[in-house]
């Protein structure tokens, strides 16, 4: 069945990296797209960043961006997020979530990180940046 592992959490200080892994099994991967999401305490979830299948088209929320990056490694089924000049704010459960592009319907991770547009979740890995 289709599984996404995310790693790569941990506590980190303000103006830290880390590079949060999201490993995806039971499916071919090529054909999915892949977003991060996260969720901090007493907040609702937002949506991150994404990667599309076809055209590696990547989008970001406007308060990621120049600091965190995506990219997607077929060969390994593996997507990265690269976190640099991580702030408090960041703080936050972060999940990895996939799409069957397979499926028709319409455009995805256009300008915009939307829950809806996702079939799959992992379980989450936490992210905690110290002030």
């Known amino acids: 069945q289709v599984q996404l592992v995310e790693s790569g959490g941990g506590l980190v200080q303000s103006g830290g990296s880390l590079r949060l892994s999201c490993a995806a099994s039971?499916?071919?991967?090529?054909?999915?797209?892949i977003a991060w999401f996260r969720q901090a305490p007493g907040k609702e979830r937002e949506g991150v960043s994404c990667?599309?299948?076809?055209?590696?088209?990547?989008s970001y929320v406007d308060s990621v961006k120049g600091r965190f990056t995506i990219s997607r490694d077929n060969a390994k089924n593996t997507v990265y997020l690269q976190m640099n000049s991580l702030q408090p704010e960041d703080t936050a459960i972060y999940y990895c979530?996939?799409?069957?592009?397979?499926?028709?319907?319409?455009?995805?991770?256009?300008?915009?990180?939307?829950?809806?547009?996702?079939?799959?979740w992992g379980q989450g890995t936490q992210v905690t940046v110290s002030s």
């Open positions: 979530a996939a799409r069957d592009t397979r499926i028709p319907r319409g455009q995805y991770c256009v300008n915009s990180v939307l829950q809806y547009e996702y079939d799959y």
């Open positions: 990667i599309r299948s076809y055209d590696g088209q990547e």
């Open positions: 039971g499916f071919n991967f090529d054909y999915y797209g």
